[in-house]
């Protein structure tokens, strides 16, 4: 029996897909093709008429939308009334999520509402005969486990980012987009946003962003940290930190690259002071290019990076710096 594919769309503050959401439309498209469904699209909020274009352009079989005051942020309460109508909607038998803050959750209050699987952390999702069969990292990515859910339910997947390539999108595809009749009570919703307020520097999503500076113990102190903040400003990317450098409280926790934060996959990753731990590089081991300064030069970080520069990071990033705003006309 044909099933049918969900994937959540996740927006961003423009309306348009989070990059880790479009990296799952290739993987959404082959299994779809591997069950004989098709692939549905949910994307919810306000003003997501990009997304809505995206997901066309990038292989959508079915676009399913809800939009509502109540949905304008990602609130579990909200959220999982919208998605609950989508998967009854597109009969869905796998609902695929991007593995970040608001999938893991949509994903765990779901599945444990439902009774249902929920593999998590996947870095490869098969399907074999009535199984849904995923890979994912354990001992610090040193090794790759397996997980199995049977499809007899609706099977919900929480992908790490980086984990696939977004598909070349096909510009000029049109998918008529269906909207969802969903009944919000406000009463029922716990939580309530009041206020947004954009962070300093270096304020671009950690998870989205192409150039990401990353602030080690090499620091030496909180006070040094706007070291990093100004690089990741000059790059025009987002600053990020080490396990060790939030648990000391020079950064909140919600920066922090590792095992037990943020997993990313940039196009650049800068470690400012960065030793390299295993906890720390099992977060950013996608960077497609790595660069590592350090005063020590038998610095794990070194082992992954593509251009190390051995030295005082004090001198070295102001000089960095320097040159990146000259070289932007700042």
Known sequence: MAQNVLLFGETVADGTLRPSSAELFGLGKDLAGKLGGVLAVAIFGGAVAPAQAQAAALGADRILSATSEHLSEIMVDAYTIALETAIE??????????????????????????GAAHLVD?????????????????YQAKLLTEARAKLDKTVFVTVRSGSY????????RMVDVETLDVAIDPATLRVNVVELLE???????????????????GLGEAGNFPLAEQ??????GAVGATRAVTDLGWRPHYDQVGQTGRVIAPKLYVGVGV?????????????????????DPDAPIFKLADFGIVGDLFEIVPLLIERLNAARGN
């Open 165 to 172: 390539a977004a598909p070349e999108a096909e510009e000029g």
């Open 122 to 138: 996947a870095v490869n999702v098969e399907i074999e005969g009535d199984e849904v069969i995923v890979r994912r990292p354990v």
């Open 199 to 217: 962070s300093k520097a270096g304020s671009a999503n950690l998870e989205a962003a192409d150039i990401v500076v990353i602030g080690g113990r």
């Open 89 to 114: 909607e597109a009969d869905a038998g796998i609902v695929l999520l991007s593995g970040t803050t608001a999938g893991r959750d949509l994903a765990a209050f779901e599945s444990g509402k439902r």
């Open 275 to 295: 030793s390299g731990a295993v906890q720390h590089t099992v977060g950013m081991r996608g960077s497609e290019n790595v660069v590592a300064i350090n005063r």
């Open 231 to 236: 690089l990741a400003d000059a790059f025009g």
